[in-house]
């Protein structure tokens, strides 16, 4: 995927998204250039993606992975958030 096609999706998400964040955590997640090109990378590498685990999280999010799982599913993602295929294109 082209990297713009990647952050088109995302801004279309953004709105959703950020309220998301306000109800899960209490505030906005910020991200830096490099942050987003981190998170375009590892979404492109399937080897990366594998190897990645909990632990590698930050605390905070770990904290709400947990009642995810025990709730049947993301929040965030059962409320709109993320990114769908296709959608918008």
């Known amino acids: 995927m082209n990297p713009f096609d990647f952050f088109a999706k995302m801004w279309r998400g953004a709105e959703p998204m950020i309220m998301i964040h306000h109800e899960e955590i209490g505030e906005q997640i910020e991200f830096t250039g490099q942050d987003l090109a981190d998170?375009?990378?590892f979404a492109h590498n399937a080897a990366v993606q594998k190897t990645f685990t909990e632990e590698d999280g930050p605390k905070g999010i770990r904290d709400h992975m947990g009642e995810d799982e025990d709730s049947g599913g993301s929040h965030m993602?059962?409320?709109?958030?993320?990114?769908?295929?296709g959608h918008g294109q």
């Not at 059962?78 to 295929?85: A, D, H």
């Open 39 to 41: 998170i375009v990378a």
């Open 77 to 85: 993602m059962m409320n709109g958030g993320g990114m769908m295929r």
